[in-house]
């Protein structure tokens, strides 16, 4: 791609990965979420002049070549984006690519903050990828954001209500992730069905899932830890009643049983992949957790939460 005027000669940015605290997946159907940003994983995306449209791979993360064909059966079930965490790998791409070209084109204060998230899941669609819009906000904005989906919402303003909040308000958390994760993208089909049919049971679980990310507003603003760890309980307990063993997965399963059985409270990041934990109990909680961890194979690590990542003409735009 050539320079465009006085544009950079190279543009570089990253989009990070992000955990569904609350809430999930409940943006799907015009429910609320609360989710941040961290900064154990990111997608970077770097625009360079060219003469033709060229998409380079990463040399280590986007294998195209391979020693055997082994080699490629062992990359494709342990690896993936973000080693296939369903920590939102395939909308941080696109969140990076979307950035790096809002800057080539100098058309980001014409694009509006609060769409650029539908931008990013109209793309991801035409890849056939069935998700909400909690990830896309959740990387356009970065940071901790309180997101409202209701349908209201929606039909008036073309958008989503999403208010940041302060990263401080966060308790230290830690990921669990296994080496071999599930298929993230797959996990939503049956439910979504189901909701758009009219199944009570679906309609009244995901409005309940939905509450949840209200009443955790409420937990993490009076900073109340004990609710917050119900409140995440509570949320995998609902999705595992409404999707089921069999599509959660029983590795899945197992991540969310493990830190449980150190007393901590868990659920999914996303759909399945990782898992988010809260030790309300401090640092032998995490001992103990580290130490389940370790014998049952799972990879654990503390969350490092990534700030707001708008820029001044961003808040500037939101603002008004």
């Not at 055997?68 to 062992?74: A, E, I, N």
């Not at 409420?218 to 063993?245: I, Q």
Request: proline fraction near 4%.
């Amino acid at each position: 791609m050539a320079a465009k005027g006085n544009a950079p000669r190279c543009i570089e940015h990253r989009a990070y990965a992000r955990v569904g605290l609350l809430g999930n997946p409940s943006d799907l159907y015009f429910g609320r979420t609360i989710s941040f940003s961290i900064g154990n994983f990111w997608a970077s995306v770097r625009l360079e002049p060219s003469e033709n449209l060229v998409i380079r791979p990463h040399p280590k993360h986007d294998l195209v070549s391979f020693d055997s064909l082994r080699h490629l059966v062992c990359r494709l079930q342990n690896e993936g984006y973000y080693g296939g965490a369903g920590l939102s790998g395939s909308s941080a791409i696109v969140c990076a690519a979307l950035n790096c070209l809002l800057d080539f084109y100098k058309v980001r204060h014409l694009v509006k903050v609060q769409i650029r998230p539908d931008l990013i899941l109209s793309a991801e669609r035409e890849l056939g990828i069935v998700a909400g819009l909690q990830d896309r906000v959740a990387q356009v904005y970065g940071g901790l954001v309180y997101m409202d989906f209701s349908k209201e919402n929606i039909d008036k303003l073309g958008h989503g209500i999403y208010i940041p909040m302060d990263i401080d308000l966060l308790p230290p958390l830690h990921l669990i992730y296994a080496e071999n994760p599930s298929d993230s993208g797959k996990v939503h089909s049956t439910v979504h069905k189901r909701w758009l049919d009219g199944d009570q049971f679906i309609i009244s679980s995901m409005e309940e899932v939905a509450k949840i990310a209200l009443d955790g507003h409420k937990a993490l603003t009076e900073r109340n830890n004990s609710e917050l760890a119900k409140l995440m309980n509570s949320n995998f307990d609902l999705r595992r009643k409404m999707f089921g063993d069999d599509v959660l997965g029983a590795l899945n399963i197992q991540m969310v049983a493990t830190a449980r059985g150190v007393g901590a409270a868990a659920k999914f990041t996303g759909s399945g992949g990782a898992v988010v934990v809260f030790c309300s109990e401090g640092p032998e909680q995490v001992k103990l957790l580290e130490d389940a961890c370790l014998k049952a194979g799972f990879v654990v690590q503390p969350i490092i939460v990534v700030p707001s990542v708008l820029t001044d003409e961003d808040l500037l735009m939101i603002s008004s």
